[in-house]
């Protein structure tokens, strides 16, 4: 498979069909799948098969225990947070080839302490309604991983 040019982590995912649904996108777009802690359901070959996830063998996914193992096996990525209630939009930061996009659990999102670790690295995704307190996970993985995508791709087009 060709080299990853971005990650997707995701920490502590709860709900197989988010999970599925984003790594169909991660097999689609080339981009490496990393689950990271406890999962919320099986992965084994019996599960998937039952899944009916037939790309799953297309995805490469990569599992961590923590999310310090997760930093060891990216030691130049930098560690892009998704999440609710920070300041920066996720299409007023600039990424870069490399990047590792985070997103954690669907019912509490990422740790505080990742948050405050990287306070320039985190971005949201604007919701118009007030009364909707967050996206479907998949849905939010694939609105910033396309908006990173545009731009890692627009600055090579211009390179040319």
């Not at 130049?76 to 998704?82: A, K, L, P, T």
């Not at 306070?119 to 609105?143: E, F, M, Q, T």
């Amino acid at each position: 498979m060709p080299v990853s040019m971005l990650h997707i982590a995701l920490i502590e995912p709860e709900i197989p069909p988010n999970t599925g649904n984003i790594a169909r996108l991660c097999a689609a777009t080339n981009v490496t799948l990393h689950l990271v802690g406890r999962l919320g359901f099986r992965v084994d070959d019996k599960a998937v098969k039952r899944a009916g996830l037939d790309y799953w063998h297309q995805v490469t996914i990569e599992y961590h225990r923590s999310v310090d193992a997760l930093r060891l096996a990216l030691p130049d990525s930098r560690m892009i947070c998704v999440e609710t209630g920070v300041a920066r939009r996720y299409t007023d930061f600039e990424y870069y080839a490399g990047d590792c996009l985070v997103f954690g659990r669907e019912t509490k999102g990422l740790p505080p302490e990742l948050l405050a670790e990287n306070p320039d690295h985190c971005v949201y995704i604007p919701i118009a309604n007030p009364a909707i307190r967050s996206l479907n996970l998949a849905n939010a993985v694939a609105i910033v991983l396309f908006e990173a995508l545009r731009q890692i791709d627009s600055r090579q087009v211009d390179k040319y």
